[in-house]
């Protein structure tokens, strides 16, 4: 194990959780929220020439999920720096 | 010079590229042949990746279901990109630490149980069959319409092209073909479809083509397709019509099954280090996103073309009212039309003897048309330049032979890791070991030709089944392994069976023993057996949880691996094991 003791190497899975569990929300609530869950009230609004329940669900969910992995890299890579850990 | 030639041409040149590529990447051990020595760049991974996962299924038939589909069409484009993230963020990095060949290696070792290990290798092979199979399907498709050769003989130089480089350079060759078939594949999906944007739009960005205006003055192009869809008795095309909870469990399903598929997951283990295993899952999605993203796009536009090739151009009256094609004639029908009616993908059967065809969602329907050849009829429907029709075919079958190759890894690595080394003959050294591996590989290959020359009708009804499966039995397997250090091997080994059979019963129930009764009414809460795989995982979670509880403590030193794969540092010296 490479940490000091012990409480900082629970302190690292906590923050990962929290990191993870964050992002998982946005995650959930871009694709099953606003592209299943709330579609047909999303979809009274215009967007670009698209209906928005329409465009989340075809479009604007994917780009999310793209951003979603592209900020957890760079949390996890500043979390590993903090408790020294990085490879 | 006509298509044909010209097919036969790109087509050619990609299959030398292939063969070229293999030679240059041979794999001397087992190293490079299961995981390519763990020395491939994140960027590079991401490709492959993207390729590995972009199966015929996504180049043919995807833009082809949204198009017939429209908005229930969502199920698809976020299950199967929405699925990378929780790889990404949940398994990911943990198995790269973990740092050994397979998914089966993970689960036996973090179960402590050789009975872990079996049923994860017997769900990995099963999957991985399943999968294949429809891949050589496609590699058949494309060459008996674009060569005009025999389905047969499609297949067979398909095998022999994937035999060359995957037996030979094993998961090193895979990984550089792959990159090369990503290339390939997503510029034969994009060319069509930027021309047919702009040919339509104006705009050559089909992300945002088909949020546009029409070049023609008829209107926003979504309106005008759900007007059209609606006359023709198709319902909207924006609006959904499966249930909320069914289309909910589908998209669950196929996210969480994404995340479980074997040969993806063990993309995962060529990166040097659990950093680059994160950032190349972020590639992975930017690359699987430009085709994802444009599918939609190119669903609406050949909507629109095909209904108004058939039926006859929209106008638009001096009020603003509009007059909706009343069908055209057959004797003058476009080439396309005549082409892929000899393949029995379309059918025109003149009903009220007028002599025009007609399409529609009703009664005064005369049309039958497949939705697999969207995609490749499209530069015909659009009428564009003969390359770009030749490009197609090879994108296609750069798509098939991708995924055919990446699964066939995962068959040849569970029968000579995971059965051979690590269960029945542990003393096999590593020569005899890489024998075996492309000795499976070589078997492999064979049997998915076989499945793609004499497809089993059930093929497209197990493509629910090889989800599911993921779903209800390795994804919650590892999950479990990764986040919970109380799970014991007989709670995980309990649960993965009981989602297992769970789930395969219910979908061979209504899929195979009564599918006269595969309808909503009779689906458990109306969910469908494509959507019951998410149900599968609960009750694995939950049988899993339940059974830990009551059995024994988790052995200290499987406790301490846990606690490893949780931190990157360290990640090369996991290696040498």
């Known amino acids: ?87 | 010079m006509d298509v044909q030639t010209l097919t036969y041409i790109i087509v050619g040149l990609t299959f030398a590229m292939y063969i070229g590529i293999a030679i240059w990447a041979r794999a001397g051990s087992t190293k490079e042949f299961y995981v390519a020595g763990g020395g491939v760049p994140p960027v590079m991974n991401g490709m492959a990746t993207a390729a590995d996962w972009m199966s015929a299924a996504s180049f043919i038939s995807l833009a082809g279901i949204v198009s017939f589909t429209g908005s229930d069409g969502l199920v698809y484009l976020l299950g199967w990109t929405g699925g990378y993230v929780l790889l990404a963020l949940c398994m990911v990095p943990y198995l790269r630490k973990f740092g050994k060949f397979t998914v089966p290696d993970f689960i036996g070792d973090r179960y402590y149980s050789d009975t872990a290990r079996i049923v994860a290798v017997v769900c990995a092979i099963f999957i991985c069959f399943t999968y294949i199979a429809g891949q050589m399907r496609g590699v058949g498709v494309v060459f008996s319409r674009f060569l005009e050769v025999e389905i047969e003989t499609g297949v067979v130089i398909g095998m022999a092209v994937v035999f060359f480089y995957a037996v030979l350079g094993g998961m090193k060759g895979i990984t550089y073909t792959q990159v090369a078939q990503y290339c390939v594949l997503i510029f034969a999906f994009m060319v069509p479809a930027i021309f047919i944007s702009v040919m339509m739009t104006g705009n050559p960005i089909p992300q945002i083509g088909f949020g546009s205006e029409m070049v023609d003055g008829s209107g926003y192009l979504l309106a005008k397709l759900d007007g059209l869809s609606e006359e023709l008795g198709f319902g909207a095309y924006t609006e959904g019509r499966k249930s909320t909870l069914d289309v909910f469990c589908i998209t669950g399903a196929l996210m969480i099954g994404t995340a479980g598929l074997p040969h993806v997951i063990v993309r995962f283990f060529t990166v040097p280090k659990v950093k680059d295993s994160r950032i190349s899952a972020g590639w992975t999605l930017v690359f699987i996103g430009i085709m994802y993203t444009t599918i939609p796009a190119l669903s609406s536009f050949a909507r629109v073309n095909m209904i108004e090739t058939i039926n006859g151009p929209t106008v638009q009256m001096q009020d603003g009212s509009k007059v909706y094609g009343q069908g055209t004639s057959y004797a003058d029908a476009p080439s396309w039309i005549k082409n892929w009616e000899k393949t029995g993908l379309i059918t025109f059967d003149d009903k009220n003897g007028d002599g025009k065809m007609f399409y529609s969602g009703d009664e005064r329907n005369e049309m039958k048309i497949d939705r697999d050849i969207m995609v490749l009829a499209n530069p015909e429907i659009a009428d564009l330049p003969a390359w770009v029709i030749a490009l197609v075919a090879a994108g296609g079958l750069a798509a098939a032979l991708s995924t055919s190759a990446g699964l066939l890894l995962v068959i040849s690595t569970s029968v000579s890791h995971d059965l051979m080394k690590k269960t029945l003959r542990p003393d096999i050294s590593d020569k005899q070991e890489l024998m075996w591996a492309r000795g499976a590989a070589a078997v492999g290959i064979v049997l998915a030709g076989i499945l793609g020359i004499y497809p089993p009708d059930f093929v497209a009804a197990v493509v629910a089944f090889a989800f599911g499966l993921a779903a209800s039995s390795l994804f919650p397997a590892i999950i479990m392994g990764i986040f919970s250090k109380k799970m014991n091997k007989e709670g995980a080994v309990a649960g993965m069976i009981v989602g297992l059979v769970f789930t395969a019963a219910y979908i061979i129930y209504f899929k195979f023993v009564n599918p006269a009764a595969n309808s909503p009414d009779n689906w458990f809460l109306g969910i469908s057996p494509e959507g019951i795989g998410t149900i599968g995982m609960l009750v694995n979670f939950g049988t899993a949880f339940a059974v830990s509880k009551v059995t024994g403590d988790v052995p200290q030193d499987v406790v301490d691996m846990v606690d490893s794969i949780r931190v990157p540092k360290g990640a090369g010296e996991a290696h040498d094991h």
Not at chain 1, 33 to 51: H, S, V, W
Not at chain 1, 73 to 87: A, C, G, I, P
């Open chain 1, 1 to 87: 194990m490479s940490f000091e003791n012990k409480e900082q190497a629970e302190g690292y899975w906590k923050e990962n959780l929290k990191i993870m569990l964050k992002l998982l929300v946005v995650w959930f609530v871009v694709s099953y929220g606003c592209g299943i869950l709330f579609i047909d009230q999303l979809n009274e609004i215009t967007f670009m020439g698209f209906k928005l329940g329409f465009w989340f669900a075809q479009q604007g969910a994917m780009y999310v999920f793209i951003a979603l992995i592209f900020i957890y890299v760079k949390q996890m890579n500043n979390l590993d720096k903090k408790y020294n850990v990085e490879e």
